[in-house]
């Protein structure tokens, strides 16, 4: 079975600045998929950003991209020019190739100041 | 773009009741469903899967009988809570593969109340 953890409950910074969210996940499967997903107060999931395990470049949406090691099993989520729109959890999630639901980390709470 | 409605957004049951909570894909033909459950202030876990017109997929720890799952349709998936207790009080929300290459669409979810 596979694990995801994030290791940051919570996390604050000023707007504007740039944060980065770890995720580091644990699997014996070869092809897999990476996602980030934020959910606000509203309590929708939102994809943030979504990377294959096959493609060694790293997934870029606008201000969010993902330093994805692979070999680490580490899946980091860099947040640039922070926004205060940016506030809500963060979760880091994981499926298997086939047709899997997801694993998800334990959220971080980021909460962008102004 | 790949939309899933899940009905009703809140609800508040007697103790001892049952309460049925729809996921629909409305603009794509969802062949797997997945549920979730969330407690407050913790993260999504994965109840079940469920493919179009077969038996669901329940994980580790999850009661069947007590969480019934149908998926009659490609575009709806139903989550069933039999015999509720405060116990179950929980968020559920809905999850559809399908619409985009290796894509999740979630519902809104749904906060069930067991009083």
């Known amino acids: 079975a596979q694990t995801v953890t994030q290791s940051q409950p919570e996390m604050s910074v000023q707007e504007a600045e740039t944060v980065t969210l770890s995720c580091t996940y644990d699997?014996?499967?070869?092809?897999?998929?990476l996602f980030w997903y934020k959910q606000p107060p509203s309590r929708q999931m939102i994809l943030v950003i979504r990377?294959?395990?096959?493609?060694?470049q790293n997934a870029t949406e606008n201000r969010f991209s993902v330093n994805f090691q692979k070999a680490a099993k580490s899946f980091s989520l860099k947040i640039s020019d922070s926004q205060l729109g940016d506030t809500a959890m963060y979760f880091c999630?994981?499926?298997?190739?086939?047709?899997?639901?997801?694993?998800f980390g334990k959220g971080t709470h980021l909460i962008i100041q102004p | 773009g790949a939309v899933v409605s899940q009905h009703p957004s809140r609800v508040i049951c007697k103790s001892g009741t049952s309460v049925k909570i729809e996921c629909r894909s409305l603009d794509f033909q969802a062949t797997t469903m997945f549920w979730y459950r969330q407690f407050p202030k913790q993260s999504l876990m994965l109840m079940a899967t469920s493919n179009e017109g077969s038996k669901a997929t329940y994980e580790q720890g999850v009661e069947k009988d007590k969480f019934l799952i149908n998926h009659a349709s490609l575009t709806l998936s139903t989550l069933t809570v039999t015999s509720a207790h405060p116990e179950d009080s929980s968020f559920y929300i809905c999850?559809?593969?399908?619409?985009?290459?290796?894509?999740?669409?979630f519902g809104s979810g749904t906060r069930l109340t067991v009083v």
């Open positions: 999630a994981f499926a298997g190739g086939g047709a899997d639901g997801l694993t």
């Open positions: 999850s559809a593969r399908g619409g985009q290459v290796y894509g999740y669409t």
């Open positions: 990377q294959e395990a096959y493609k060694q």
């Open positions: 699997t014996s499967e070869s092809n897999y998929y």
